[in-house]
C-alpha cells in the first residue's frame, strides 16, 4: 500500500523558514518523480514543485521560485521542500504527491497518489 506522510507544517511569521519532509513507503521510490502541491478549500490544487528521481532535475512554480527549494533522499524514501521567505499567500495545506511515473510533469492529473496535507500558516 502506498503510503506518503507529511510533517513538518505550522504557523510562522512572515520571512521565516519551514522544513517539510514526506515519508514515502509502499513503492519504490527512487523509481519516480515527485512533487509538492499546495491547496486552500475550497480552490483547486496548485502545483509547487517537482523533482526527477535522482534528484538532479527540479522545477518550480513562478510564485514560490528562489524561495523554495524540492529536494529528495532515496535511501531515506523521503521527499523535502525547503521553505524560506514565507509569506501569507504561502499559507495552504501542502500535500506530497508522487507521480504516476519517472519522468517529472508538472500536470496534476498525472499524480496518482497523495499525502494527507500538512497545514501551513504564515501570519504575524
Known amino acids: 500500500e502506498v503510503q506518503l506522510v507529511e510533517s513538518g507544517g505550522g504557523l510562522v511569521q512572515p520571512g521565516v523558514s519551514l522544513r517539510l519532509s514526506c515519508a514515502a513507503s509502499?513503492?519504490?521510490?527512487?523509481?519516480?518523480?515527485m512533487n509538492w502541491v499546495r491547496q486552500t478549500l475550497g480552490k483547486g490544487p496548485e502545483w509547487i514543485s517537482s523533482?526527477?528521481?535522482?534528484?538532479?532535475?527540479?522545477t518550480y512554480a513562478d510564485s514560490v521560485k528562489g524561495r523554495f527549494t524540492i529536494s529528495r533522499d532515496n535511501a531515506k524514501n523521503t521527499l523535502y521542500l525547503q521553505m524560506n521567505s514565507l509569506k501569507p499567500e504561502d499559507t495552504d495545506v501542502h500535500y506530497c504527491?508522487?507521480?504516476?511515473?519517472?519522468?517529472?510533469?508538472?500536470?496534476?492529473?498525472?499524480?496518482?497518489?497523495w499525502g494527507q496535507g500538512t497545514q501551513v500558516t504564515v501570519s504575524s
Open positions: 504527491a508522487k507521480s504516476k511515473g519517472p519522468k517529472i510533469t508538472t500536470n496534476t492529473d498525472e499524480f496518482d497518489y
Open positions: 509502499g513503492f519504490t521510490f527512487a523509481s519516480y518523480s
Open positions: 523533482i526527477d528521481t535522482g534528484g538532479s532535475s527540479t
